[in-house]
């Protein structure tokens, strides 16, 4: 059972490592040098020792290799090359082979692991939870050591653990996850320490931490393994950032086809109003006018404000359509996840075979005119529907109304037919303010907050990615290199079990 549970603390550990990004590949030099740092922690985490392995690489067959180091009580670990040592200059009688040899140091490790035991909500040293039944939790908190300037080199730490679970019960962690075969469970979790302080992400809050918690009938501690790599990103994925240009600019561009959006809603409540204050201006003629107007005069002034109400609704349709059309052509972001959209419905189609291109292409541009249409309708509708209702119902009802009192009640009859018209004009502008408050809210909580994200948070945060992939990469040694070479770093940090 003891070699079966070691095993698996090995696949546990294979599997952390395999969720920590690769490292690159080393470019060819006359040396480079692939070094692991080995450290057997107390069970709080402190240090017992640490081993560093090197494996010196070298590409061009030298006879002599040099490599600088601070390591002392020197072995050879694969082969049988000498060496001699001044201070911290090594020289190896390599023979045109590669050199595989371990040392000891007391330097302090970058990334320091501070470990604490709980049982039933009280923090206790291992030696008295031991064997005991309850609530445990193990607490495992990583400190980046490494900073340059403001920045912390991105350390990230593989975490893995196995539980028996003939022992243990309802296993949780965080950052990590957890995986059983029915007599083991192992544990595998992420930590990144340092990363929170060095982006400012609320988002990333707590990333220095792994928690394991469950509950046991008796208690052991098992062998707790580290991985700890300067690896967040590759050089090569700087590119994303490159990209990320062309999302700035659009961002920015749809920003601004917003704000006119919202200024040709402003003109069309605008013309509303005018139209309103001219009924109302006629209304007041009318109260103080002694001539009766006929038929032909009323119908002018019936025919002037429908003509007068359609136009200003329809005057802005051109800004309106053009402004949308902008908007949409300029959001990468839309067009596509309109293509993504059109895929899948064109996949559903044809019954999850590959869509043609030509399918495709159709399908999106139906959706993109459904998109344009749909804020088309939003903006012009209400305004050009009611302008059209109102003017037809009116022009009906005062023309009853004419016929019937054109001697006795022409002036009231007129007055009667404008405050129809004003209650359609006072709908028209209840719509109109409708739209351009939700165009305006649209624009300052959807457009303008997108805008200030990407070109904000995204854009400063990008940036120091940027800076932090530099830093890991100049991360190449952790107790020596020689100079002009190239090196990659990793560190074992294991907790050896208890029971």
């Known amino acids: ?72 009580e020197l072995e050879n670990l694969n082969g049988f090359e000498t060496f001699s040592q001044n201070d911290q200059t090594i020289k190896w009688n390599a023979e045109g082979k590669d050199i595989y040899y371990r040392g000891t140091t007391e330097k302090e490790l970058p990334v320091q692991l501070q470990a ?52 243990v019960s309802n296993v949780k962690v965080t950052n990590g996850r957890t995986v059983n075969n029915g007599r083991t469970t192992a544990v595998a979790a992420v930590a990144a320490p340092g990363l929170y302080e060095s982006l400012g992400l609320a988002e990333l809050k707590g990333t220095d931490t792994v928690t394991i918690s469950y509950e046991t009938e008796k208690f052991e501690l098992g062998d707790i393994y580290s991985i700890v790599t300067p690896k967040l990103l590759d050089s ?95 959001n990468e972001i839309l067009m596509n996840a309109l293509r993504l959209q059109a895929a899948e419905m064109c996949s559903a189609q044809i019954g999850g075979a590959t869509c043609p291109e030509a399918n495709l292409q159709a399908i999106q541009t139906q959706l993109v005119q459904g998109v344009e249409a749909s804020m088309m309708e939003s903006s012009m509708t209400l305004a050009k529907t009611t302008a059209k209702q109102t003017a037809a119902a009116t022009a009906e009802n005062v023309a009853v109304q004419v016929a019937e009192t054109v001697q006795k009640t022409m002036l009231p009859a007129v007055s009667g037919a404008l405050d129809t018209i004003l209650a359609g004009v006072n709908k028209l ?3 109109a303010n409708e739209l351009n408050n939700g165009m305006m809210q649209f ?54 079990g208890q029971k």
């Open 116 to 167: 604490t035991y709980y049982l039933n909500g009280e923090e206790k040293p291992v030696s008295e939870i031991l064997g005991k039944s309850g609530q445990i939790e193990i607490r495992l908190k990583y400190t980046n050591l490494s900073k340059v300037g403001n920045m912390y080199t991105p350390f990230v730490v593989a975490v893995a653990t196995t539980l028996d679970e003939t022992k």
């Open 429 to 431: 502008t209840q719509g």
């Open 236 to 330: 090569a994925d700087l590119k994303t950032f490159t990209e990320l240009d062309d999302l700035y600019a659009s961002s920015n561009k749809l920003a601004v086809s917003s704000k006119q959006l919202v200024e040709g809603t402003n003109s069309l409540k605008s013309g509303i109003n005018e139209l309103k204050n001219g009924i109302l201006q006629a209304k007041q003629k009318l109260q103080k006018a002694e001539v009766k107007l006929d038929s032909n005069t009323l119908n002018k002034i019936k025919a002037a404000a429908s003509a007068a109400a359609e136009k200003q609704a329809e005057a802005q349709r051109g800004v309106i359509s053009a402004n949308i059309k902008t908007q949409i052509e300029s």
């Open 1 to 72: 059972m003891k070699k079966i549970t070691k095993n698996l603390t090995y696949v546990a550990v294979a599997s952390a490592v395999a969720i920590v990004p690769s490292l690159s590949s080393l470019s060819a030099m006359a040396l480079t040098q692939d070094e692991t740092v080995y450290a057997k922690l107390q069970n709080d985490g402190s240090a017992k020792y640490v081993s560093v392995t090197k494996h010196l690489i070298n590409d061009l067959k030298e006879n002599e290799l040099f490599d600088e180091s601070i390591l002392s």
């Open 443 to 496: 624009d300052r909580e959807g457009i303008q907050t997108l805008n200030n994200f990407v070109n904000g948070k995204v854009r400063v945060t990008a940036n120091k990615v940027e800076q932090l992939v530099r830093l890991a990469e100049q991360y190449d040694n952790f107790a020596g290199i020689t100079k002009g070479a190239t090196g990659t770093t990793k560190f074992v940090l294991m907790i050896e």
